[in-house]
């Protein structure tokens, strides 16, 4: 026949027009597959807020659009990256169900989010600045004068483009002229693959609404964007992270702004206390799609392949500008610069105490003047979050320090210093006493200094419930099982939240003081 050859290329081309992309993550299936993009947006000189955000959004349709990008049911982008207060936009009410593509009544930046979703079939979150009418029901403080509420804002995309979900942020980080709810929304949406998100903003982390709110509702899978201000020695991006996913077993999606010269940096995808499948921190800006394959909580057997990436070197990381916590107050003890097969202390801080069981060497010869240092810290007392929210922290702790100087704790060598790894930490065994309450949040809590955290394999973490107390209380066994010598921070640390369960941020009016970076960057 003469349509012996074209029949079976016409079946060909056929199957190649029709053929699925990719199958779908389904209710099934042990595992879903998520992206989470690290993304730098550093203004330009001159560019105005319009071409700034239209320049952004061509980014992050092009991530959406990638290859890279083909297998993910659900992609994440950080905080503060997109748009800003002069290009702020309307977001639908989720509960009306609308895709803003190609709807006017909206700005271009959910208009074209919303498309592209729908176009690649994914679920998205993006974090923007969102304007709404003022006053909104039972909010009774004054308008501005322009009638508007500007919030902090995540807002999720189903794979036809439809909001399903919104959150405006609460504890707020010194964000000038961003409002708050009145109260802290607990906001999720579920998924076509068997998965319900919660998602909360940054400095939500740090409180116990709204996020651990969903915890405790039985969310286990989380959406966190983030422009985190890293802290030496607790509080630095990936660690903090690991934290938190450890603590309450649960997923954890955390996308990153990458901003070193400030500090913000930190992404990565954590599988509760299977702890990080993948996790970067960069001392120069990088914008990137971060995927991975996430066992699902209820597959617990799960397969979970890590996907390691690139340290930079301490040298390296010195680059990256990080805080500092306002560690003087703690009780310490030195570290004797001594190798002990078994050493035992106590350090109390008023009746908080902490016993430290360490096995260490120490170089009897050293090649440079400069090494790290540690001391053992107990703490149990407030602290400020640079003035923006004040907090209670309970801690017990070994961390680093570049001098004999107490100043000189956590902080780092700079660029161009060299120093040795004086100590190797064969093991650490730290025990101590927490409250067994609402308001009482435990993490273990590490960094090396390449400013990553240990694999949780490298570790041990158990809590028991401790007798004879009048109220419940547990004991909190934090455990180093592998050698280190590149240690930074190994501790217990935990928040307590009674007199400060959220920021209270703006609670009473509408705008705040123009000190935040968030609005700058």
């Given at each position: 026949m003469s349509g012996g050859i074209a029949n079976p290329l016409f079946c060909i081309l056929l199957l190649?027009?029709?053929?699925?992309?990719?199958?779908i993550s389904t209710p099934s299936d042990p595992h879903y597959w998520a992206g989470v993009v690290e993304f730098s947006s550093d203004r330009i000189p001159g560019e105005s807020a319009e071409a700034s955000t239209a320049r952004r959004l061509t980014e992050y349709i092009k991530i959406i659009d990638s290859a890279e990008a083909d297998p993910t049911d659900v992609i994440a982008f950080p905080e503060s990256t997109l748009n800003q207060k002069a290009t702020a936009s309307f977001v639908p009410d989720p509960n009306d169900r609308i895709a803003p593509c190609n709807n006017l009544q909206y700005?271009?930046?959910?208009?074209d989010i919303s498309c592209v979703a729908r176009n690649r079939k994914k679920y998205v979150l993006i974090n923007l600045t969102e304007k709404a009418h003022c006053p909104m029901q039972y909010d009774t403080r004054p308008c501005s004068s322009d009638g508007l509420y500007h919030f902090n804002t995540n807002v999720a995309f189903d794979r036809e483009g439809v909001v399903v979900s919104r959150y405006r942020k609460y504890n707020l980080f010194g964000e000038a002229g961003i409002n708050t709810t009145v109260y802290p929304e607990t906001v999720s949406f579920e998924t076509d693959f068997g998965v319900r998100f919660g998602h909360?903003?940054?400095?939500?982390?740090?409180?116990?609404?709204?996020?651990?709110?969903?915890?405790?509702?039985?969310?286990t899978d989380f959406i966190f964007p983030t422009m985190w201000f890293s802290e030496l020695p607790f509080l630095t991006g990936s660690q903090i992270q690991q934290g938190w996913a450890y603590a309450n077993n649960a997923n954890l999606l955390a996308a990153g702004a990458s901003f070193p010269a400030v500090g913000s940096t930190g992404t990565g995808i954590y599988a509760g206390r299977r702890g990080a499948i993948t996790t970067v921190m960069h001392y120069e800006p990088e914008t990137k799609l971060y995927v991975a394959q996430v066992p699902k909580v209820q597959f617990p057997n799960a397969a979970m392949p890590k996907i390691p990436q690139p340290k930079g070197t301490p040298s390296q990381m010195a680059k990256?500008?990080?805080?500092?916590?306002?560690?003087?107050?703690?009780a310490t003890k030195d570290l004797p610069m001594v190798s002990y097969s078994q050493l035992e202390e106590r350090v109390c801080y008023g009746s908080h105490c902490c016993n430290f069981t360490l096995s260490y060497t120490v170089k009897t010869i050293l090649q440079?003047?400069?090494y790290y240092r540690y001391k053992l810290a107990a703490y149990d007392d407030d602290r400020t979050f640079d003035g923006f929210a004040d907090g209670q922290i309970r801690t017990c702790a070994i961390f680093?320090?570049?001098?004999?100087?107490?100043?000189?704790?956590s902080r780092r060598f700079g660029e161009t210093e060299t120093y040795d790894e004086a100590v190797t930490f064969n093991s650490i065994k730290i025990v101590a006493k927490f409250a067994n309450n609402q308001d009482t949040f435990v993490v273990p809590n590490n960094v090396d200094t390449s400013i990553l955290p240990l694999d949780v394999s490298e570790t041990e973490y158990s809590v028991v419930p401790s007798t004879g107390d009048t109220t419940p209380h547990n004991i909190v066994t934090y455990q180093l099982t592998s050698p280190r010598s590149n240690l930074f921070t190994f501790a217990i640390w935990a928040r307590k939240f009674e007199n400060f369960p959220?920021?209270?941020?703006?609670?009473?009016?509408?705008?705040?003081?123009?000190?935040?970076?968030?609005e700058e960057l």
């Open positions: 190649v027009l029709v053929a699925p992309s990719k199958q700005e271009q930046v959910i208009r909360f903003i940054c400095f939500d982390l740090m409180f116990n609404q709204p996020a651990l709110e969903l915890v405790g509702l039985g969310v990256l500008v990080l805080k500092r916590d306002q560690i003087d107050r703690y440079n003047t400069n680093a320090c570049s001098s004999p100087d107490y100043s000189d704790c959220v920021s209270h941020a703006n609670r009473l009016g509408t705008m705040i003081p123009d000190s935040a970076h968030k």
